[in-house]
């Protein structure tokens, strides 16, 4: 319990990506800090039940693809399978470890922390309840970074056959059937993820195309590749009713055509979107600004009631991304420590979708470039071109590279394949110092890697392709 009669610098709601990166920076810059979590374990949704765990159990996959295609690489396996106790064991030690993680960093910056739900008691001051009891915590600065939740369709709600991230991460054994309504990056993870543990998978998605956020050539080879890969999946495509089953869930859908089908599955997966975590924080005493449940701010984070922060998930017009969080997070501090800081650039947050292929992409696509009614340059480059895919047995996929025409400056990164969501950073960077093709063209990438291809991608932009 924090020291009630302390004021502290800078108070922070939640310790996801966002809010244990703003405290470990404020303690760094000798603010006296406090983070609020509700939670029992440090972390937020990110690593508690989100991209970490989630991560960990792609992992699994690609090792199970790795033994599937043993021979290929001379390694006889002999029998193999799953141990799902183990999947889940591993995946609770991955987060358990990061969790403590969090709280050594605290400890060591000197972070104070209080368990509790935090609400807004006016200016500089914070009530936090827990388990019945109430208390206060007084602050000149406050940093509201409380995350979201996945949303649900309407009329249902999350048990042991409707599944939102959470519920998903710890069921007792791997479904035969799954149906994941949504084909963003978190649908299509757990598609890409359940199918390769051996559930039969059906993705359905409203848009006319999955991971609707991506170029539309990355859009079309993801899905060529998902359904090669056996993934049954409908774009396009209406969910009329989710009804539980004394077998499962059965889910009533309309295609394009218009014809109604029914799916039997043992479980349903819903993973449409996410709502900031908000409610019941007493911010209509406030002058801060909200739509539709998220909070506005101003390029430093600054929300309409002085001296009060958002950051993550909570904020109007921000990607919901971890790293988008953690920046934001570093940015309001900074500001609140008086340090010269950047606004992030929205147009230049990477992204970045773990499923097999693999993901990744920064910048325009170049449908948002044609809108914007600019001209450019495209250049392509596949992996069956580059010597390291080959030697790794992954040459799904291409890089694509979007120019300016008149300066050469890149507009947009966008890739499918192997490890791409790691090639991703020099992609970033290029992107964050808004260098040009030539400057990719004269950088000299070491051969034989996979980012080789970055270096092929570029010179295709000018037809100046040495391996294709």
Not at 34 to 49: A, M, S
Not at 104 to 110: A, D, E, G, P, S
Not at 230 to 237: L, M, Y
Not at 338 to 355: D, F, R, S
Request: aromatic share 6%; with cysteine.
């Amino acid at each position: 319990m924090a020291d009630q009669n302390k004021v502290y610098d800078v108070a922070i709601v939640g310790s996801g990506p966002g809010g244990y990166w703003a405290a470990v920076r404020a303690a760094e810059y000798g603010l006296s800090t406090v983070v609020i979590e509700k939670d029992e374990k440090l972390g937020g949704t990110c690593l508690l039940v989100g991209c970490i765990p989630t991560k960990a159990f792609l992992q699994n996959a690609d090792v199970l693809d790795t033994l599937r295609n043993a021979a290929e690489f001379g390694v006889k396996t002999g029998d193999f399978s799953l141990q799902w106790d183990q999947v889940l064991n591993r995946k609770n030690k991955i987060v358990a470890k990061h969790s403590k993680g969090i709280e050594f960093l605290f400890r060591k910056n000197k972070v104070e922390t209080v368990r509790g739900y935090a609400r807004w008691a006016g200016p500089g001051v914070l009530e936090v309840e827990n388990g019945g009891k109430k208390s206060q915590v007084k602050a000149k600065n406050i940093i509201f970074a409380t995350g979201s939740s996945a949303r649900m369709l309407p009329g249902l709600q999350a048990d042991d056959r409707i599944l939102t991230n959470v519920e998903i991460l710890d069921l007792p054994a791997v479904p035969k059937r799954i149906v994941v309504i949504g084909a963003g990056a978190v649908g299509i993870e757990f598609a890409s993820a359940f199918k390769r543990f051996g559930s039969e998978v059906t993705v359905l998605e409203m848009l006319p195309r999955v991971v609707p956020i991506e170029d539309d050539d990355i859009a079309k080879e993801l899905e060529k590749a998902l359904r090669k890969q056996k993934i049954d999946i409908h774009t396009s495509t209406k969910v009329d009713k989710v009804e539980k089953t004394a077998q499962g869930v059965n889910v009533t859908f309309t295609p394009p055509d218009g014809k109604a089908q029914v799916l039997q599955a043992d479980k349903v997966l819903v993973a449409v979107g996410r709502k900031p975590m908000t409610e019941g924080m007493n911010l209509e005493k406030t002058k801060i600004q909200l739509d539709r449940g998220f909070i506005k701010t101003d390029g430093f984070m600054r929300t309409a009631e002085p001296n009060v922060y958002a950051i993550g998930d909570i904020v109007a017009g921000s990607p919901q991304l971890a790293h988008v969080a953690s920046m934001e997070g570093l940015i309001a501090v900074g500001h609140i420590a008086g340090k010269k800081v950047q606004p992030i650039e929205l147009g230049k947050v990477p992204n970045a979708t773990y499923c097999e292929p693999q993901v990744a992409s920064v910048g325009l696509t170049e449908r948002a470039a044609k809108e914007k009614g600019l001209r450019y340059k495209v250049g392509k480059f596949p992996f069956v071109g580059n010597s390291k895919a080959t030697i790794l047995g992954n040459h799904e996929g291409f890089i694509k590279m979007i120019a300016d025409e008149k300066d050469g400056t890149v507009l947009g990164i966008h890739m499918i394949g192997p490890l791409v969501t790691e090639l991703l950073s020099e992609a970033a960077l290029g992107l964050s110092l808004n260098i040009a093709v030539e400057e990719f063209m004269e950088t000299i990438h070491a051969h034989p890697t996979l980012y080789e291809a970055m270096l092929d991608a570029a010179n295709s932009v000018y037809g100046l392709t040495i391996n294709m």
